[in-house]
């Protein structure tokens, strides 16, 4: 009977210390991934910088806080059952208060929950009555890319949006293949694009910056290389930007660029892209009028610079395996024009 004692003692202590590494295993793994998230807090939920993203964040630390009390409290009574089983070394006592403990157990989960329902039900429904105002902005997303109109201005352009700061613009939204999702973390919830169908959301930015966004719905294969920017700029800056974007594309400016032009428009190129003031009419792609003045390529995959952008013309299948455009041969003078025309682009 001893002996059987004894080893019951080791394997409890055993198992204990297996629980307690168990534990911290989880909190270390916990700490990491909120070290993880606040390391790319580019594109933080939690770190709102418009009015609806603020709504959500609230509704996320309720959430969190939550969470966080039911851990402690249910990881205390783990310890304390574990560690009166060792005391106990077994004998079988009947726990003190059990019939309390499920009654409070059952009490304190409706509380909880029930918590959590209103205030997920308040937030949708305040961010449901947002009526959408402002300067009006339509997003159709395509595999895999962001198309961005301004009606109002006659202004197309592509992965880039910009708004004033500190005013709500209105985006309508729909796709022409499957459905997407348009999600910037740090300005607003995420809502779908849908082929044959709208989508209204508002987007307010308090703070001037570039926010990241990206699909938030599987739609293929690059599905996680269909980034795009919204940038917040103050009114003047915002007045400039559209007043550029709704002029035709520059002129060639000299030989090299011309030159540059003529291989645009005999090349592929045209059957796809538009360059306004230009016969490359399509809209099939990105609209390239004012290309030069994005700061990514290929939907927020790559920096816009002379390099990544020959890479991109010659072998965009490597960069982005499964996207529409294929790669363009052209000899090595006929291409340096090329990027120097789309660069003239701004
Ligand atoms: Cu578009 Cu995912």
Redesign the pocket.
């Known amino acids: 009977m001893p002996r059987r004692g004894a080893r019951r003692s080791t394997a409890s202590f055993t198992s204990t210390r297996h629980l307690v590494r168990a534990m911290l295993l989880l909190m270390t793994g916990a700490v990491a991934l909120g070290a993880a998230a606040s390391a790319y807090a580019q594109q933080s939920m939690l770190d709102p910088k418009g009015p609806n993203a603020q709504r959500i964040a609230n509704l996320s630390w309720l959430l969190i806080g939550l969470g966080t009390i039911v851990f402690v409290v249910v990881m205390a009574f783990v310890l304390i059952a574990v560690f009166r089983q060792r005391r106990d070394d077994g004998t079988e006592d009947e726990a003190p208060g059990g019939q309390r403990f499920i009654v409070g157990g059952v009490l304190a989960s409706v509380a909880i929950l029930t918590i959590v329902l209103v205030g997920t039900f308040w937030t949708l429904a305040v961010l449901a009555d947002d009526e959408p105002s402002g300067i009006a902005i339509h997003v159709v ?4 890319w962001w198309e961005v109109r301004y009606p109002d201005y006659g202004v197309v352009t592509a992965n880039e949006i910009h708004i004033p700061v500190g005013e709500p613009v209105r985006l309508t939204m729909t ?1 022409t293949d ?4 348009f999600w910037v973390p740090e300005l607003t919830g995420k809502l779908d ?1 849908n082929p044959n169908d709208t989508n209204v959301l508002t987007l307010q930015a308090d703070q001037a910056g570039t926010y990241r966004g ?7 294969l ?3 290389l ?1 980034a795009f920017h919204v940038v917040a700029e103050t009114p003047d800056e915002f007045a400039a930007w559209m007043t550029r974007q709704a002029q035709p594309a520059a002129e060639p400016s000299n030989e090299i660029i011309v030159r540059g032009q003529e291989v645009f428009l005999s090349a592929a190129c045209v059957y796809c892209h538009r360059v306004g003031g230009t016969n490359a009419e399509a809209n099939v792609g990105p609209d390239l009028t004012h290309f030069a003045s994005r700061q990514y390529i290929a939907a927020g995959t790559i920096e816009n610079n002379r390099g990544n952008l020959a890479g991109w013309i010659v072998d965009p299948q490597a960069i982005k395996p499964g996207n529409l455009m294929p790669g363009i041969d052209l000899p090595p003078e006929d291409l340096q024009a090329l990027l120097s025309y789309l660069e003239s682009l701004e």
């Open positions: 997303g395509h595999q895999f796709s499957v459905i997407h999702s694009l990206q699909c938030a719905e599987f739609c293929g690059q599905h996680a269909m």
